[in-house]
């Protein structure tokens, strides 16, 4: 079973941006679909954006669409996402998780799966505070 470790939250001032990190423990992190989570207070968590094991295939949840960005690098088992123009009601946990592994040439490229039902490994979060 991997570990994901994200790292890279902080304090940031309304409108400005912040990357976040997240290293993943296992040999097998090119076969899985990552994506990011949030929660805010008081809030469920939510999905904010997802990428395919090759990196082609990207989704953003309609909020943040435009300003954040989801990359990896699959040869340093590393998850970003990139985020610009944060807003006051961005101050949330921030998680990294991984999907179930994939094998077939179409799920490697497309699979990016939005819902947390789908995820089965989660890292512990880190905070991002949005001031203004």
């Known amino acids: 079973q991997g570990r994901l470790v994200e790292s890279g939250g902080g304090l940031v001032q309304a409108g400005n941006s912040l990357t976040l990190s997240c290293k993943v423990s296992?040999?097998?992190?090119?076969?899985?679909?990552m994506g990011w989570f949030r929660q805010g207070p008081g809030k469920e968590r939510e999905f904010v954006a997802a990428i395919s094991p090759s990196g082609l295939r990207e989704i953003y949840s309609d909020s943040v669409k435009g300003r954040f960005t989801i990359s990896r690098e699959n040869i340093k088992n590393l998850l970003y996402l990139q985020m610009n123009n944060l807003n006051l009601e961005e101050t949330a946990v921030y998680f990294c998780?991984?999907?179930?592994?994939?094998?077939?040439?179409?799920?490697?490229?497309?699979?990016?799966?939005?819902?947390?039902?789908?995820?089965?490994?989660w890292g512990q979060g880190t905070q991002v505070t949005v001031s203004s």
């Open positions: 296992d040999r097998s992190f090119s076969s899985h679909p």
């Open positions: 998780a991984a999907s179930r592994r994939l094998a077939t040439i179409t799920e490697l490229l497309n699979a990016a799966p939005k819902a947390p039902s789908e995820y089965e490994y």
